[in-house]
């Protein structure tokens, strides 16, 4: 009998991102697929595995949960994300069209202009901090409007959407609050959808509408409202975080993206190939599977890694390169295949605009102290970016 390659690498060791890169890096030498003994689950660490499970819905389900944490599994427990088909059909019927090109089209000119407004601010302060200031307040000034949310508890949200990302991993020492929070935010969008509070037209409102039809039951609203705040906001923040670290640290690339801003799309592909913002969600084996040599046995979990598909040098030439030319259209930082990312027009279009708006505004970004990478189990990204922003006219 084969042997299955076997780590006991601590996979939540750290959050910092650069030590969970060494990590990956070393789980792709041990093998395709490798057993965790501590985890009691198996990673899938290359980018042609990790894109053949993903794209494996069949044997690589949903419904038994995307994270480590079998509390959250059963919390989230239909919710798109957590569901297969033709369960998962039916909830991306309702909650897609919200989010097509057409509708997000609609809506690029007023995202421009918030994402102009938001960096005029920030480039006439020149000093901020960038997580607060500008990675969440971009997704924050739009995905809330979007969905058509109530002003109350705009502050908690952002809150109530990290610690959800965070519980997808295993149990920590943080869980205990992340519990408490995530109670209270399935609590607010519980009475959001039975007070029907949310704006009229919103994508929010076409959910309780599809439930008025009897398409959906009623009571998958509150679900499906944290299906787009769970992993709209942070992610999208965390990208913006490293867009700031990156270029930063990369002067000359800044410089040129400014003489060449048609590439601002390769330059979020490659963002979110090279930073990406979420490790890899999870999935359970149906039945026995073969992958990578490896006989997966059914109920497994399994961890498709897709940060690490993303760095696999198998697949990408100088793969721990930043490049924003590089244009990688099939890395898989928005995920592959059915539960492929949702709401990733609306991130692009978001990133877009912000790049856009810094682009005309920036001359080049100075880290004035050290990033301070945020605890997060699932999510790669900065609790603290201290940045000068140096304007056009002034550098
Ligand atoms: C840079 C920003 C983003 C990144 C990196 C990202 C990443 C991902 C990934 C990797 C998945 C796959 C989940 C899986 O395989 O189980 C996913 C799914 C999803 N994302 Fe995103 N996401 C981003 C922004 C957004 C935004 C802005 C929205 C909503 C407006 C959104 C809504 C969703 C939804 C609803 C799903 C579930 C799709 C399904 O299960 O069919 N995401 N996202």
Redesign the pocket.
């Known amino acids: 009998m084969a042997v299955v390659p076997t780590t006991d690498i601590d996979m939540f060791a750290t959050s910092d991102q650069r030590a969970r890169y060494e990590q990956y890096r070393q789980l792709r030498e041990v093998g395709a697929v490798v057993r965790l003994p501590g985890l009691d689950a198996y990673a899938i660490t290359r980018y042609a595995e990790v894109k053949a499970a993903?794209a494996d819905h069949v044997s690589y389900i949903?419904g038994e949960g995307?994270g480590f944490n079998s509390e959250l599994n059963q919390l989230i427990r239909g919710?798109?994300?957590?569901?297969d088909p033709p369960e998962?059909d039916l909830?991306?019927s309702v909650?897609?069209p919200?989010?097509t090109p057409r509708v997000v089209r609609a809506r690029t000119e007023e995202i421009a202009q918030k994402a102009r407004s938001l960096v005029a601010e920030v480039v006439s302060r020149a000093e901020i901090e960038g997580v607060a200031e500008l990675a969440e307040a971009m997704?924050m000034s739009?995905?809330p409007d979007?969905?058509g949310l109530p002003d109350r508890n705009r502050d908690q949200l952002y809150e109530w959407a990290k610690v959800g990302t965070d519980m997808l991993g295993p149990v920590t020492e943080r869980t205990p609050h992340n519990l408490e929070m995530a109670a209270l935010s399935f609590q607010f969008n519980h009475e959001l959808a039975a007070n029907r509070e949310v704006a009229p037209g919103s994508?929010c409102d076409d959910m309780l509408k599809a439930a008025d039809r009897g398409v959906i039951p009623r009571e998958k609203c509150p679900l499906l409202f944290i299906?787009?705040?769970?992993?709209?906001?942070e992610?999208?923040a965390?990208?913006i975080g490293h867009l700031l670290v990156v270029f930063a640290e990369r002067p000359d690339q800044w410089a040129a993206l400014r003489a060449e801003p048609r590439l601002v799309g390769s330059t979020i592909n490659e963002l979110?190939r090279f930073e990406?913002?979420?490790r890899?969600?999870?999935?359970v084996a149906a039945h026995d599977t073969e992958l990578g040599g490896v006989t997966i046995p059914r109920g497994a979990r399994v961890w498709?890694l897709?940060a690490s598909a993303n760095r696999d040098e198998r697949k990408w030439e100088h793969a721990d390169e930043f490049d924003f030319r590089r244009n990688p259209i099939d890395h898989?930082?928005?995920?592959?295949?059915?539960?492929?990312?949702?709401?990733?027009g609306?991130?692009?279009v978001?990133?877009h605009a912000l790049i856009h708006a810094l682009l005309e505004s920036v001359e080049r970004f100075e880290l004035t102290g050290d990033p301070v990478i945020a605890e997060n189990s699932m999510v790669n990204t900065y609790a603290e970016i201290p940045v000068r922003l140096v304007a056009r006219n002034a550098a």
């Open positions: 993903l949903s995307v919710t798109t994300i957590a569901s998962h909830l991306r909650v897609g919200g989010l997704p739009v995905i979007f969905l994508i299906d787009y705040l769970g992993p709209s906001l992610t999208t965390a990208a979110v990406s913002p979420f890899g969600f999870t999935r498709p897709t898989l930082g928005f995920g592959y295949g059915t539960h492929g990312c949702a709401g990733q609306v991130a692009r978001e990133l």
